[in-house]
């Protein structure tokens, strides 16, 4: 098993910055490509940025390419999205998740394993 624990979310200004962190415990998350996700109210969970197990690669949604940044620090068990020039569409909660896979980064929420329990992201205009 693996417990994820996302901190970071709060309110920002358009325009701003915030980072977010996922703490995993349970489990050594060496061997999981890792994924974070947001759902607004009314929509579907969308994967927003990907990262695999050695961190050679990454994957971004067009809606956040050029704005968001996946890390993980694999030494202590931790994956970070750092996230600029949000803008009020970014509302919304926030997941990170792991995905045991050997075969590549997966797109699909159905693929990941576990999930943390979300945290909300609030920007204004």
């Known amino acids: 098993q693996v417990q994820l624990v996302e901190s970071g979310g709060g309110l920002v200004q358009a325009g701003g910055s915030l980072r977010l962190s996922c703490a995993a415990s349970?489990?050594?998350?060496?061997?999981?490509?890792m994924g974070w996700f947001r759902q607004a109210p009314g929509k579907e969970r969308d994967l927003l940025a990907a990262?695999?197990?050695?961190?050679?690669?990454?994957y971004y949604a067009e809606s956040v390419k050029g704005r968001f940044t996946v890390s993980r620090d694999n030494a202590k068990n931790t994956v970070s999205l750092q996230m600029n020039s949000l803008k009020p569409e970014d509302t919304a909660v926030y997941y990170c998740?792991?995905?045991?896979?050997?075969?590549?980064?997966?797109?699909?929420?159905?693929?990941?394993?576990?999930w943390g329990q979300g945290t909300q992201v609030t920007v204004s205009s």
């Open positions: 349970g489990r050594t998350l060496t061997t999981y490509n």
């Open positions: 990262i695999s197990w050695s961190g050679s690669r990454t």
């Open positions: 998740a792991a995905d045991f896979s050997i075969s590549g980064i997966h797109y699909s929420s159905d693929e990941y394993d576990y």
